[in-house]
């Protein structure tokens, strides 16, 4: 393997498979969405701030 390859496997380790998450009912998203398709929510954050925000 190359260094390259070693870095990306690495960093695809440490990412979540979803980037949004709504915060009414938990539903994870890939894209991040103005109100949520499942409950109507209008907090659709990304996952890696609400360390941050709570």
């Given at each position: 393997?190359?260094?390259?390859?070693?870095?990306?496997?690495?960093?695809?380790s440490?990412?979540?498979?979803?980037?949004?998450e709504?915060?009414?009912?938990?539903?994870?998203f890939?894209?991040?969405?103005?109100?949520?398709?499942?409950?109507?929510?209008?907090?659709?954050?990304?996952?890696?701030?609400?360390?941050?925000?709570?």
């Open positions: 393997m190359s260094v390259f390859e070693n870095l990306r496997q690495v960093f695809r440490e990412t979540p498979d979803h980037t949004y709504c915060k009414g009912c938990g539903k994870p890939e894209l991040q969405h103005q109100v949520c398709p499942s409950c109507g929510g209008f907090r659709v954050e990304r996952v890696d701030w609400s360390d941050i925000t709570n």
